[in-house]
């Protein structure tokens, strides 16, 4: 019996050591050693090139999800993703018991001068609405590529009608992209709100009372000490963007929120929600006033995304179209039971392009006049699948969530976590780039 149990683990060890390549990645970052080691969960996955054409690989990796043993770390590669590093550990204890846990890193590159900031949420002690959203605004930097770090600094994030009223009391929050820079130079970034247990008694991160807000890095770009930076938190008043919650409209269930700048200097973030669709709101002002968050659509006047509770980012290419990552499902693919059956609506992951609806000028008779929504988008296409085979610690068959892209000498990279388990890269090439705009 002792052999055949053996037997049985090393192939089931051999199914998941070549798992990772089921949803055919161009590069492979990280595929953790063991199945139910301390480096079986891997998410959060932020990629970004900096001075010396290497690319930095930051996620946040624990045994499970919001483990005692949760921390940041960074992988380097000298050679535009074909090869990486063992990862090193910048923030976080893996040995500690205290919750002193550290999650869901963002990093910033200075253009002019090459400096990398990396911010995240650090637990101070403090377990408000869950250990991994209840912490402190946390940062470090290096001005050698990432090769050395400063120690730790603080920012404060504004407190709100869903924060703890205590005075020093941290905020329950996760920013999960990288920030933009805008074309005035700003660098603005979105991130959930949960409420307090001071606020709302009970519920999970899926039934907390939750908004977008925004954090905007006031002179990052420009101050030399990084002990001066400043932040604002946005919009301005008590409230950020609510999504009202199906059967429940007094509850606001809208989380992770990206943002970017159209054309005509306005910011349009988009967001997930749990009515079975991505929604998306409109500022004229930079992020001071929003509003209502309503349905993005494939185009104005047309059918609205569908997406489970799930991310849904949005990016911006340098010629002006966009890219819309999401699961084009409304929480019924895969025998899925609703919007937060995250073990398995959240495959596969789709890709669609968009444009300015301003800029398509041969699609102005498809326009609904009143619609006002700023995009239309091609139909989608499959991005990746992993045929549903549940791999890591917690079984997970998700792909594509909390991913990062970008462009780097004409190539647009796209970098995802499969199964929160593998990290793996792929080249988005001009098939699935090409934007032909009749809407679905």
Request: net charge neutral; proline share 9%; aromatic share 10%.
């Amino acid at each position: 019996m002792h052999a055949w149990t053996r037997l049985i683990a090393l192939a089931s060890l051999s199914l998941a050591s070549c798992s990772h390549l089921a949803s055919r990645p161009d590069f492979v970052t990280y595929v953790p050693h063991r199945l139910d080691g301390s480096d079986g969960t891997n998410q959060h996955f932020l990629v970004t090139p900096v001075a010396n054409r290497e690319f930095l690989a930051f996620w946040t990796q624990a045994t499970r999800e919001n483990d005692p043993d949760q921390r940041v770390v960074m992988s380097r590669s000298r050679d535009q993703g074909r090869t990486w590093s063992e990862p090193v550990m910048l923030a976080g204890d893996p040995t500690a018991k205290t919750g002193r846990i550290a999650s869901w890193q963002f990093p910033v590159v200075v253009p002019d001068t090459g400096r990398i900031y990396l911010f995240y949420n650090q637990n101070i002690g403090i377990v408000d609405a869950r250990e991994d959203t209840t912490g402190a605004l946390a940062y470090i930097w290096s001005d050698d590529n990432g090769h050395t770090w400063s120690k730790p600094l603080t920012l404060t994030i504004r407190k709100s009608a869903l924060s703890n009223p205590e005075p020093g009391s941290p905020e329950n929050w996760v920013v999960y992209q990288a920030p933009i820079i805008t074309s005035r130079g700003e660098v603005i970034v979105g991130f959930t709100r949960w409420a307090s247990k001071k606020v709302q008694k009970e519920g999970g991160l899926f039934e907390r009372d939750s908004e977008v807000w925004f954090l905007r890095f006031d002179n990052l770009l420009i101050e030399p000490d990084p002990a001066r930076l400043t932040v604002t938190t946005l919009p301005d008043g008590e409230h950020g963007l609510r999504a009202p919650c199906p059967g429940k409209p007094s509850l606001s269930i809208a989380q992770e929120p990206t943002i970017q700048e159209l054309s005509d200097g306005r910011f349009i973030t988009v967001m997930r929600t749990r009515t079975g669709y991505i929604y998306y709101a409109l500022s004229n002002d930079r992020g001071h006033t929003w509003d209502t968050p309503r349905p993005l659509r494939f185009a104005p006047g047309g059918p609205p995304i569908p997406q489970p509770l799930a991310p849904c980012p949005l990016y911006k290419l340098a010629d002006g179209r966009f890219i819309l990552i999401f699961h084009n499902n409304d929480g019924s693919a895969n025998g899925g039971t609703g919007p937060t059956d995250s073990r398995r609506v959240r495959r596969p992951v789709w890709l669609a392009v968009g444009r300015e609806v301003a800029q398509s000028g041969k699609l102005a008779g498809n326009v609904h006049p009143n619609d006002d929504q700023p995009l239309i988008f091609s139909p989608p296409r499959i991005l990746a699948d992993n045929g549903g085979v549940a791999v890591g610690p917690a079984k997970h068959t998700q792909i594509g969530t909390y991913p990062s892209l970008f462009e780097f000498e004409g190539r647009v990279y796209f970098w995802y976590p499969d199964r929160k388990h593998f990290l793996l890269g792929k080249i988005i090439g001009p098939n699935l780039l090409a934007d032909s705009l009749a809407s679905p």
